[in-house]
């Protein structure tokens, strides 16, 4: 497969017969490469419930597929991801630990699945967006994305399996830091501290993605399976236990807290 035609299908459209779009999630295949894409642009991508179970089942749709070896994970619009839709919150705190076992589920599926997953990211990614971002294997930061885990200031805890993830791949006295000042990773930090290698300008980043998938698609599928697998065996041992906790501490921080987290999430501030 070319670059070129590859840059090409980033964005499907209706009128492409290999892609799945009801309107919040986009899912393409072609030539062993999926494109998801998050398709909310209007609403910053923020995760409503609906979002989220059509993100499921295209999840399911990769993982199922044989042909697929590589997924580049992207989003529309001027930011990755905002985290929670603030209009779409449960009221009940096995509502809400139920919601949070689903992003769980999605995020342990990203790391788990024997396909090699890329995070194109963009702008804003907060709390559940930075969460989603991390379980890809490999990060790709435009000059201008944030990773931002404002929990703490939420009266909240890190949810969608974040603080595993963010420790095991940033380290434990930089995630510490992060998660309990409510503090922001932008693109030169995470090159900085090794949680990316790649951050390129922001009006190249969709293309940037294209090529780097293009390039993983030439190599041999078993050594790049063996090798996400050899990888992750380590820290995701202890991935489970850490989100059981998780679930049952949101929904008891969501109690204590005494209402929906109806934060300013949306544009970064907290």
């Given at each position: 497969m070319s670059t070129l035609?590859?840059?090409?299908?980033?964005?499907?459209?209706?009128?492409?017969?290999?892609?799945?779009?009801?309107?919040?999630?986009?899912?393409?295949?072609?030539?062993?490469?999926?494109?998801?894409?998050?398709?909310?642009?209007?609403?910053?991508?923020?995760?409503?419930?609906?979002?989220?179970?059509?993100?499921?089942?295209?999840?399911?749709?990769?993982?199922?597929?044989?042909?697929?070896?590589?997924v580049l994970l992207q989003a529309a619009g001027r930011a990755f991801c905002v985290g929670a839709d603030n209009n779409d919150m449960p009221s009940a705190p096995f509502a809400w630990r139920e919601r949070i076992m689903t992003a769980q589920r999605h995020h342990e599926a990203i790391v788990k699945m024997d396909k090699v997953v890329i995070a194109s990211v963009q702008g804003a990614a907060v709390g559940g967006g930075a969460s989603l971002a991390l379980a890809a294997d490999i990060l790709v930061m435009s000059e201008d994305a944030t990773l931002r885990f404002p929990f703490v200031r939420l009266g909240l805890i890190p949810d969608g399996g974040c603080a595993h993830l963010l420790r095991s791949k940033l380290g434990v006295p930089a995630a510490l830091d992060l998660m309990l000042t409510g503090g922001s990773l932008d693109a030169g930090e995470a090159r900085?501290?090794?949680?990316?290698?790649?951050?390129?300008?922001?009006?190249?980043?969709?293309?940037?993605?294209?090529?780097?998938?293009?390039?993983?698609?030439?190599?041999?599928?078993?050594?790049?399976?063996?090798?996400?697998?050899?990888?992750?065996?380590?820290?995701?041992?202890?991935?489970a236990g850490a989100l059981a906790h998780e679930a049952d501490a949101f929904a008891l921080a969501s109690v204590v807290r005494g209402q929906p987290p109806a934060a300013s999430v949306r544009d970064g501030r907290g």
């Open positions: 035609l590859l840059i090409g299908m980033l964005m499907p459209t209706p009128s492409d017969s290999h892609a799945s779009s009801t309107g919040l999630v986009t899912l393409a295949k072609k030539d062993g490469l999926a494109v998801l894409t998050l398709n909310r642009p209007d609403k910053l991508n923020a995760l409503s419930s609906a979002m989220r179970a059509e993100f499921g089942r295209h999840l399911q749709t990769i993982q199922d597929d044989p042909g697929i070896r590589v900085a501290r090794g949680l990316t290698r790649r951050v390129v300008p922001t009006d190249a980043l969709q293309s940037r993605s294209g090529e780097l998938a293009a390039e993983l698609l030439k190599l041999p599928r078993e050594a790049l399976m063996l090798t996400k697998s050899i990888n992750r065996h380590g820290w995701h041992q202890a991935m």
